[in-house]
């Protein structure tokens, strides 16, 4: 089992989750930020992580994604909105119809801490987005209660994947 693991990461907050999950990996194993990952042709596992823009994967990892065939994937996400939100959920299907040939084996979203910059353009949006109510509660995210619960959920949907 080859495992390829990339993510996009503004501020952080996806990084540390990519970083999570490839610690729960003991097969062959790289990860990478998309801006410098492989094309996922030669691995078995692609593990992409991103952030959420309007409500969809950032447009680099969407286009990554249509690049992902008939591999497995798991998706991690992060995002201003509340955990198991309508807006994150929305997201992850969104997510997943972008790479509709790959067995997905699971998915994993929480909150992030959202980049004052990005939270002062949406304040001054009209309508505000409707993430944005939800923003304080990602400061701070993601935090140890979220890393231990994608390792969970990474071990729990790639079981023996992942050695």
């Known amino acids: 089992m ?28 790289e990860i990478h930020p998309l801006a410098d990952a492989p094309e996922p042709d030669a691995f078995d596992l692609v593990v992409l992580g991103f952030w959420l823009q309007g409500g969809k994967p950032e447009p680099k ?7 992902v065939g008939k591999k497995d994937l798991f998706l991690i996400a992060t995002h201003g909105a509340a955990a198991g939100s309508d807006h994150a959920k929305g997201a992850m299907e969104h997510a997943k119809s972008l790479a509709p040939a790959a067995r997905i084996r699971g998915t994993f979203s929480c909150p992030g801490e959202v980049d004052p910059k990005v939270l ?3 304040r001054a949006k009209d309508p505000q987005p409707s993430w944005l109510k939800d923003a304080a509660h990602a400061v701070g995210r993601p935090n140890d209660a979220d890393l ?16």
């Open 61 to 67: 990892s969407a286009e990554y994604l249509r690049k």
């Open 148 to 163: 231990g619960a994608l390792k969970a959920a990474f071990k729990s949907a790639v079981g023996s994947a992942g050695s």
């Open 120 to 122: 002062e353009k949406a």
């Open 2 to 29: 080859k495992t390829l693991v990339v993510y996009s990461s503004q501020t952080g907050n996806t990084r540390k989750l990519a970083q999570a999950a490839y610690s729960c990996l003991t097969c062959e194993k």
